[in-house]
């Protein structure tokens, strides 16, 4: 009988390990999983804030070049007044 039972306790030692190594193995798989979707979102981070960076710097062009027109038209309009007095 001790020896059945000793088998009994090996086999229960046995599928309690392979449970909790098959746990193991599953977390490890979830946490590269993690690890990857967070090395994503990083880049996609770094690249939304790239873009956004380009944008802005277009956007400052534009106010420039509006400025710049603003400037001309305002010029072409004292030229026309300066004809029209002479």
Known sequence: ??????????????????????????LKKEIETLKLSIAKNYATVDSIKDLAQAQKEMLNQMIDIKIDIARFIAGSHKDEDRHKQI
Do not use: S
């Open 1 to 26: 009988m001790t020896v059945e039972l000793v088998n009994i306790l090996g086999g229960a030692i046995v599928a309690i390990l392979g449970a909790i190594l098959r746990q193991y193995m599953i």
